[in-house]
């Protein structure tokens, strides 16, 4: 049974940094494209970065480009992701999700309507003060 956690969460002041961490028990990340997702209130969930299969493809949306970076080991099947010069707009729960029907790879991962995982966590939240 595949449980999975993201931590790393808080509520910081713009300009601040926050490493976020995602865990499956029972799943290695370092066998399927892994990506982050965000939900905020009353907004549609959207694809933040990815991390190929292979790991030699990193990719991050225009608006986080620059200011997060994704990263996965696969000794501690953990994928991280650092975000920096937060902004009020990067407000969120986070989640991660690895493509474990290996339909999809980065970045197609995260723009695919018809993505599914069955072990999604219960998120992380970040909170951007202005």
């Known amino acids: 049974q595949v449980q999975q956690v993201e931590s790393g969460g808080d509520t910081v002041q713009a300009g601040g940094s926050l490493n976020l961490s995602c865990t499956a028990s029972?799943?290695?990340?370092?066998?399927?494209?892994v990506g982050w997702f965000r939900q905020a209130p009353g907004k549609e969930r959207e694809g933040v970065s990815c991390?190929?299969?292979?790991?030699?493809?990193?990719y991050s949306k225009d608006s986080v480009r620059g200011r997060f970076t994704i990263s996965r080991d696969s000794a501690k099947a953990t994928v991280y992701l650092q975000m920096t010069s937060l902004k009020p707009e990067d407000t969120a729960t986070y989640f991660c999700?690895?493509?474990?029907?290996?339909?999809?790879?980065?970045?197609?991962?995260?723009?695919?309507?018809?993505?599914?995982?069955?072990?999604w966590g219960q998120g992380t939240q970040v909170t951007v003060s202005s």
């Open positions: 999700a690895a493509d474990v029907e290996r339909k999809y790879d980065c970045p197609h991962l995260l723009f695919a309507k018809q993505f599914q995982y069955n072990y």
């Open positions: 991390v190929s299969r292979s790991g030699l493809t990193l």
């Open positions: 029972g799943l290695n990340f370092s066998n399927f494209a």
